[in-house]
Each structure stands twice: as structure tokens, then as C-alpha cells.
């Protein structure tokens, strides 16, 4: 009977969803219903092995994406794939770096993070307002001493160069670095080009997260050969399903198309997956010690889904913005899964969805292919606009 009503009610918010998102930003969620959900999957590179029931799936969707109203929702996962932030284990004598970790998801992994005793965490994000709040809070609930191991460095994800240089600012205040959160992002917002002639949603979310891992990289490499676990997370999305099929990532022409706001976002969202694997396949081969995962958060409260959206959309947007508000996770419940990613798994290459939910995500986002067309491209793409600043002085783009 319980079954039969959760299941009724995952129809109906589908139904009421279709009704109110409008056409651009419809995400379907009888699509996502009716997809095979991994259990126990061995195969990071493929689909799932024995598809649960449906049951089970329309279980995984509520579990993965909505929050809030839907009180315990995580809980309806699979007992081997069940996590809180509780069970992030004490982090004492390691260091962290999130980006975009003074709001939003990423303040969710900060405020987890030092709640459970990381040594240092750099915060980096582009306003320092937004980041003397966050440093604020963490003060007033927390304490001083919490307070004290936050440094926040401003940094345009966009501007590569300027990326490079906090890299190495962060290489010269620690000797290690045990996680890394890639979470900052430009949302679904219109199509527009950085400084660099990129557009700015793959400058920012995919290649942006890039130069900043390739920087750190020596530092990743040292803390993993003491012995240490280094855990690299990049925040991906189901939108990533929306990326364009004929997707190839061939050419800067290709990159520079208009796609429209929600199909822009989605292929940054397939990139960072894609590079996840990619990290996988090269560098956990030669480091063991250092894991690279992509995570979905879910449906989140954030500035980008209450504000940001309207930017795209000023009318449509109030479906998102005020429509789905009841459904939304808090920003704690959005990083669930990012948490158990940069804290407790002991693999690397997959997919993980809220609370800790494997899932093989789409066609493009396990070809092999696919994944190295992209960093081919990326890293000929970052050479040529940051030569005489970056590439010449050490960034270690393909020494994996």
C-alpha cells in the first residue's frame, strides 16, 4: 500500500511538473522514472548490471531529487547506498579546496567540512561580499577557531590565468591537499563568451575547473604518495542528458554555438562528468590513491535556481524559481552525495546521486571516446590563450 501511494505520487508530481515548468526548462521526470538504475554496478564504464524494479526506481528519483517537503527522501535509497552527513568520517590534519564554497551547495560542503574538523579550507569564489557572509556565519555558529581555518582567494573561473595563479597561491600556504570540490558554476543563463573568446559556461564550469585541477595537480600527487586518500569531485547533473547527440567537442566553432541556456548548462554538465572519467582512467591508473567522481546533487535551493533563472527566463523562470520551491533540496541535503564523493568512497570513474546512488548517467556520458575528443580539445584550447602565462610556466596539462 505504501508502495502504491509513493508511486501515485511520483506520477502526480511528474504531472504537475509538466504543467507548470514551461517547455525550455522541462526536465522529464517519466523519462527519469522509466531509466534502469544501477545496484552494485562493477563496471564504472557501463550501464547497470541487474535493473531494479520500478518501484525501486521511482524510489531512487524522489531519493536523488527532491527534498524539503518530501522529509526523508534520501532514505528511500538502497541500503548499500544510503548516506548522511553524519557519516562523514573526522577529516583533523587534512586540507580542502571548494570552489564556490561560500553559498549554495558549495556552502553546504563547507559548512560539513569544518563541522567535522578539516585542518584548512580554502574557499574560492568571485565576490567577496557573498564570502565575508559565509566566513560570518561559520563564526557565529561555530565559533573562531572554525572560522580561522577558512582563507577565502578570489578567483574568475573564466579568467585562466588568474585561475592559475590561485592554484599556485594554494600550493604556497600548504603542503597538501586531500580534497578538491570542483561546485562552482555558471548556471542556466543566456549564451555569452569570456574574456578569452570561450563561451562562458564551458570557460567557467568545464575548463575553468581544468586549469585549477592541473595546478594543484603536483599537490594532489604528493599528498596521494605519502600514502593519504585525495578525493577530486566535479559537480555534474542529470540536465547533462540534455547535451546535444551529435555532441563531438571537435572544434572552438563548436563550443562558440548558441545551444540555448539550459542545453549550454547541460553539455558544461556532461564535460564534468566526462572529465571525472577521464581523471580516472589517466591518473587513478598511476596514482591509487587519488579517486576522481562526479556527483548530481539534485534539485537544490540555490541562487542559481531562485534567481539566476530568470536571467534565461524572466518569466518562464517562476516555474523553477517559485514553482518547484517546495520540492528543492536545502542546501545541506544538495550536498549529500558531494560529500560522500570527497569523504568516503574508496572508488573512482562513477556517477554518484543523492544520498550515495550510483548511476551509469547517460550514452555520452560513458564513451571513452567522447571524454578524450574533449580534453584533446580543452587542452589545445588552454595552451593557445595562455601561453605566455600558464602553459610556458608549469601548468602540467596532459603529465597525468
Not at 504531472?15 to 526536465?27: H, Q
Not at 588552454?382 to 600558464?390: A, P
Request: proline content about 5%; hydrophobic content about 35%; overall charge neutral.
Amino acid at each position: 500500500m505504501q508502495s502504491s501511494r509513493l508511486f501515485r505520487s511520483a506520477l502526480s508530481l511528474h504531472s504537475a511538473f509538466s504543467k507548470a515548468i514551461p517547455s525550455p526548462l522541462r526536465i522529464s521526470v517519466s523519462e527519469i522514472i522509466a531509466r534502469p538504475y544501477s545496484s552494485n554496478n562493477t563496471d564504472r564504464f557501463k550501464g547497470p548490471v541487474e535493473p531494479p524494479s520500478t518501484m525501486q526506481a521511482v524510489k531512487n528519483t524522489v531519493a536523488e531529487n527532491f527534498g524539503q517537503v518530501m522529509s526523508g527522501a534520501h532514505e528511500l535509497a538502497p541500503s548499500d547506498q544510503q548516506f548522511s552527513l553524519d557519516q562523514v568520517p573526522d577529516l583533523a590534519g587534512k586540507v580542502a579546496v571548494v570552489t564556490g564554497g561560500s553559498e549554495g551547495i558549495g556552502y553546504g560542503c563547507t559548512h560539513t567540512l569544518l563541522s567535522h574538523n578539516v585542518k584548512k579550507l580554502f574557499i574560492l569564489s568571485m565576490s567577496e561580499d557573498i564570502a565575508d557572509h559565509a566566513i560570518k556565519a561559520i563564526r557565529e555558529e561555530m565559533g573562531e577557531d572554525k572560522a580561522s581555518r577558512v582563507e577565502w582567494l578570489q578567483c574568475d573561473l573564466s579568467d585562466w590565468e588568474a585561475t592559475g595563479k590561485t592554484a599556485f597561491a594554494i600550493s604556497e600556504k600548504t603542503d597538501r591537499l586531500d580534497i578538491l570540490i570542483n561546485n562552482a558554476a555558471r548556471g542556466i543563463m543566456t549564451y555569452q563568451l569570456a574574456k578569452n573568446g570561450i563561451d562562458l559556461h564551458m570557460a567557467t564550469n568545464h575548463m575553468g575547473h581544468v586549469v585549477l585541477t592541473s595546478h594543484l595537480l603536483p599537490l594532489l600527487k604528493k599528498t596521494a604518495e605519502k600514502g593519504d586518500k585525495v578525493r577530486l569531485v566535479q559537480l555534474g547533473s542529470n540536465v547533462h542528458e540534455q547535451a546535444p547527440k551529435d555532441l563531438k567537442f571537435a572544434s572552438v566553432d563548436e563550443l562558440n554555438t548558441d545551444l540555448g541556456p539550459q542545453v549550454q548548462y547541460g553539455r558544461t554538465k556532461l564535460a564534468s562528468i566526462l572529465y571525472a572519467r577521464y581523471l580516472a582512467r589517466h591518473l587513478t591508473s598511476q596514482y591509487p590513491n587519488i579517486l576522481s567522481n562526479a556527483t548530481h546533487p539534485g534539485i537544490v535551493k540555490t541562487r542559481q535556481s531562485q534567481e539566476h533563472i530568470h536571467e534565461a527566463y524572466p518569466l518562464g523562470g517562476y516555474a523553477m524559481s517559485v514553482g518547484l520551491e517546495p520540492f528543492k533540496k536545502s542546501q545541506f541535503e544538495g550536498c549529500v552525495s558531494t560529500m560522500f564523493a570527497a569523504t568516503k568512497t574508496e572508488r573512482s570513474g562513477e556517477y554518484i546521486c543523492p544520498p550515495a546512488i550510483v548511476e551509469p548517467g547517460s550514452k555520452q556520458a560513458n564513451d571513452v571516446q567522447l571524454g578524450e575528443q574533449l580534453m584533446e580539445l580543452t587542452w589545445k584550447v588552454v595552451k593557445e590563450k595562455t601561453k605566455n602565462t600558464s602553459a610556458d610556466k608549469g601548468c602540467p596539462f596532459k603529465e597525468y
